[in-house]
C-alpha cells in the first residue's frame, strides 16, 4: 500500500472502541499489514504507510455508517447488521467473535416453550432481531421493549418475563439464575463495506490480505519425509491445492513432502502418514497465505 495516499483519497475503517470485537479486530488487521496505536480515548488511528484509517466507534453504529459511506469498511457483528436492516456489502466472515443470541427465563419459571411467552413482556437490546423472531414462531402478542446494559438482571427485578440477549459461554444467565429457552440466531464478527470504497484499489488490496490471514488461520503447513514407493498413497491423504511439492532427498529411496492441510484434520493426517511410513512429520503455523 502506498503512502502517497491523498487525505481524501484515504482508506476509513470502523472498528468496535471496546469489548470481544475490538480485540479480534486489531489482531486481524495488524495481521494484515496495518500498523497502528491505540492510545488512550482518541477515536482514530492513522496508518500513513498504507493510505488508512482506523476509526473506533460503537459496534452498534458500525452499520450504518457503513451503509452511509461514512467509512468504506466495517469490523462489526452480524447481529448487529441484521438488527439495523442496512444496505452493505458483506465481504468476510472472520471467524472470531463467536456468540448466538437466545431467549432466556428464570429458571424456577414455568414456560417450556417460546408460545409459553404469548402476552408476556420480554427485554431485548436487539428488538428487531427478537420481534421479527417471535413473529416467525407464532408468538405476536409478547411485548419486546428495549433495554441497555445489564439486561440479564432485569428479570430479577420482575421488571420482564423473559429476555432476548447474546450468550457466549452462558456464565452470566447462570450468575443471574436464568436458562436459555430458545435460540434465535448465531452471530460472529463481519467484515463489511460501502460499494464504491473512497478507494477501491486499497480496499482491494487490504481485503487481499485479510483473505491472506484467514486462509492462514484455517490451515498449516505440514513436512514430511515419505517412501518413495508410497507417495502415491501419501499424495491422496495430502493432496494440497494444485498437488504437494515433492523433493528428492540424498537417500534415493525418500521423498521430501511439503503441502498445506486444514488445521481441523492435522491430526487425523499425521496418524494417517504415519501409518504409511512417513516419518519426521513437521505442522508449522503460517501468517499468511494466498490461494
Known sequence: MSSETNVGDRLQIAIP????????????????????????????????????????????????????????????????????????????????????????????????????????????????????????????DAQVIELQGAVEVMVLLGLVDAIVEIVETGSSLVENDLVELDRVLDAEAILIGHDPARNSRLCERLLRRIDGVLAARRYSLLEYNCPRDSIEEASRVTPGFSSPTVQPLGDTGWLSVKVMVEKETVHGVVDALESIGCVAILETDLRSARL
Open 17 to 140: 472502541s471496546k469489548g470481544r470485537l475490538q480485540e479480534g479486530a486489531i489482531e486481524l488487521l495488524r495481521a494484515a499489514g496495518l500498523r497502528f496505536r491505540v492510545s488512550g480515548r482518541r477515536l482514530f488511528a492513522d496508518c500513513s504507510e498504507s493510505g488508512t484509517r482506523i476509526i473506533f466507534c460503537n459496534t452498534a453504529d458500525i452499520p450504518v455508517l457503513v451503509e452511509r459511506g461514512v467509512v468504506d469498511l466495517g469490523i462489526t457483528g452480524s447481529d448487529q447488521v441484521q438488527e439495523k436492516r442496512v444496505r452493505v456489502e458483506r465481504h468476510r466472515s472472520l471467524g472470531f467473535g463467536r456468540c448466538h443470541l437466545a431467549v432466556a427465563v428464570h429458571k424456577d419459571a414455568s414456560y417450556s416453550h417460546v408460545r409459553d411467552l404469548r402476552g408476556k413482556v420480554i427485554g431485548a437490546k436487539f428488538v428487531r432481531l427478537a420481534e421479527d423472531w417471535l413473529k416467525d414462531q407464532g408468538v405476536e
